[in-house]
């Protein structure tokens, strides 16, 4: 479902296979995720530094240059008002002039939701939220959403013949409710997010640039212990930590060793030296 890499400092980026999303496109993504750079619909940027960017241009130009199926459009997504990247993107328009496939770059603002798939009453959306990383350069983090529904608060803890009975007087619809759950919650580069931003999230990707809060000399970046804080509160089922800094490598099992049995979610990590899967 997900496959990331992520070296702080170096290259960060996450593929989520069920909508074909890449949020983040660090250098080597094309490269390590080969031919299927061919199945990306969308690219969500978080911010304009080089460790998530960088290999934005071997993407579009290998689709461009590709035997295969080039005629799927491409579109990113990018913080409104970011100019890092729009000169980013307009740069790499002048370079492939050519380009035989539709692509598309559109900003985007806190709260504003980006359709995915939308039928009848179901929808699957993305909505960026703002964190806070360096005050040079608009950063965002992505909320994937979906609308679902559930019994009304009223009827949840009716026996189950007694709902089917309502169900049928007073229609299914009658009875319940929509809500909306955060499937992904992906933070980007920031110090702790709000945790009202992955309130229920399945998963919660939150860069962890520092195992240790003492390493940590500037607020745009966060700890662990900030991390596991937000994780908790937020009420996450599944926490992954992104973005480490590689002087942990070999040693975050190390950090991690009482805190896994401490909390009731479950918490993996992505090493900064192996592309990660789940
Ligand atoms: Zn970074
Ligand atoms: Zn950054």
Request: overall charge neutral; charged content about 25%.
């Amino acid at each position: 479902m997900l496959q990331i890499y992520s070296k702080a400092l170096y290259s960060t980026w996450v593929y989520y296979a069920p909508e074909r999303i890449l949020f983040d496109a660090g250098e080597g993504v094309s490269l390590t995720m080969s031919n299927k750079i061919y199945a990306i619909r969308y690219i969500f940027l978080t911010h304009g530094h080089i460790d998530h960017i960088s290999g934005l241009w071997t993407i579009v130009n290998t689709r461009n240059n590709s035997m295969g199926d080039r005629e799927k459009p491409l579109t990113v997504y990018y913080p409104k008002g970011n100019t890092a990247i729009e000169d980013w993107i307009n740069f790499i328009k002048q370079a492939n002039n050519d380009l035989r496939f539709e692509f598309n770059h559109i900003p985007v603002s806190a709260g504003e939701k980006v359709f995915l798939r939308q039928a009848g009453n179901f929808a699957r959306y993305v909505v960026p939220f703002k964190v806070k990383h360096t005050s040079q350069d608009m950063s965002l983090g992505y909320s994937i959403i979906e609308t679902r529904r559930r019994l009304k608060e009223e009827y949840r803890n009716l026996p189950e013949k007694e709902i089917l009975e309502l169900s049928k007087k007073l229609g299914s619809s009658n009875i319940t409710e929509f809500y909306e759950k955060k499937i992904l919650t992906i933070s980007g580069d920031t110090f702790g997010i709000d945790p009202e931003n992955a309130r229920d999230s399945e998963i919660l990707l939150h860069e962890c640039t520092f195992l240790r809060s003492s390493d940590r000399k500037m607020n745009a970046h966060a700890s662990l212990e900030e991390v596991l804080d937000i994780a908790k509160s937020a009420e996450v089922k599944k926490l992954i930590l992104y973005h480490i800094s590689s002087r942990y490598s070999g040693k975050i099992d190390r950090y991690l060793k009482n805190i896994k049995e401490a909390n009731n979610f479950d918490i993996h990590y992505v090493d900064p030296e192996v592309v990660f899967t789940i």
